[in-house]
Nanobody, 115 residues
């Protein structure tokens, strides 16, 4: 069973930065891609960013230019660097890994941005 463990969430003031980490129990290169999603109270889960096996990255329009996804294959870890955080970035952030017919989710880490 694949396990994804997120860390790095917390409370930060608007304009600040956080870096989320997601450690996988299997080689991340075995996945077709990895991503970060978030879900704010009362809202649907949305894609924040993703990175394919080939290294192609994708960002949600609300975070483009502020967030950066990266990975370390040797550490089986994917990161999300979040800069210039806004109050509306407050949410639970989930790590996702997917193969052709299967996807996996982490437990989530809370990010709270105060004004």
């Amino acid at each position: 069973q694949v396990q994804l463990v997120e860390s790095g969430g917390g409370l930060v003031q608007a304009g600040g930065s956080l870096r989320l980490s997601c450690a996988a129990s299997e080689r991340i290169f075995s996945f077709n891609g990895l991503g970060w999603y978030r879900q704010a109270p009362g809202k649907q889960r949305e894609l924040v960013s993703s990175i394919s096996r080939d290294g192609v990255t994708n960002y949600g329009s609300s975070v483009k230019g502020r967030f950066t996804i990266s990975r370390d294959n040797a550490k089986n870890t994917v990161y999300l660097q979040m800069n210039s955080l806004k109050v509306e970035d407050t949410a639970v952030y989930y790590c996702n890994a997917y193969r052709v017919t299967t996807e996996y989710w982490g437990q989530g880490t809370q990010v709270t941005v105060s004004s």
